[in-house]
């Protein structure tokens, strides 16, 4: 059974641009780092910050947050890489998509759309393969589909 979750949606630009900042700070509080606090973010670094390489330094971003709020990055909690992968590629997708009104209102769009829902990375990935110990360390190709971006790999 999957339980819907509305999403949290942000009434201001300035909020998700102190999200960004506080999360590459290491300065927002734990319980502020939700599930619309990672797509947020990862849209703003993506469209507003064009110095920082997110496929090279998001690892080493959220890793540092998690540690610097007493978090742990190990095979069972904390950076967990295939999800954060899937949704970078959702995040890129959406922004070639979708006209560049406010940040606010792209993120908000972004959070009630597809590829902001919590089970989103289960449209690629069997939760066998998603959830497993492998995908959090490291990056896993999807087994059900590729990611947006990605060319389709034959296991043959």
């Known amino acids: 059974m999957t339980t819907e979750f509305s999403p949290?949606?942000?009434?201001?630009?300035?909020?998700?641009?102190?999200?960004?900042?506080?999360?590459?700070?290491?300065?927002?509080?734990?319980?502020?780092?939700?599930?619309?606090?990672?797509?947020?973010?990862c849209l703003w670094l993506l469209s507003e910050r064009?110095?920082?390489?997110?496929?090279?330094?998001?690892?080493g971003i959220i890793r540092r947050f998690n540690e610097s709020v007493g978090g742990v990055n190990n095979d069972h909690e904390g950076y967990h890489d295939?999800?954060?992968?899937?949704?970078?590629?959702?995040?890129r997708l959406f922004l070639s998509t979708t006209p560049g009104e406010g940040l606010a209102a792209r993120v908000n769009a972004l959070l009630l759309s597809d590829a902001g829902r919590?089970?989103?990375?289960?449209?690629?990935?069997?939760?066998?393969?998603?959830f497993s110990v492998a995908a959090r360390r490291g990056f896993v190709e999807p087994d059900l589909a590729p990611l947006p971006g990605q060319r389709a790999i034959s296991l043959e």
């Open 82 to 91: 295939s999800i954060t992968r899937a949704y970078v590629a959702g995040v």
């Open 118 to 130: 919590r089970d989103w990375p289960l449209r690629f990935y069997s939760r066998e393969r998603l």
């Open 8 to 41: 949290r949606l942000f009434a201001r630009d300035a909020e998700i641009r102190a999200l960004g900042e506080g999360l590459l700070a290491c300065a927002l509080p734990r319980e502020a780092w939700t599930h619309e606090a990672h797509l947020a973010a």
């Open 50 to 59: 064009p110095d920082i390489d997110v496929d090279a330094e998001i690892a």
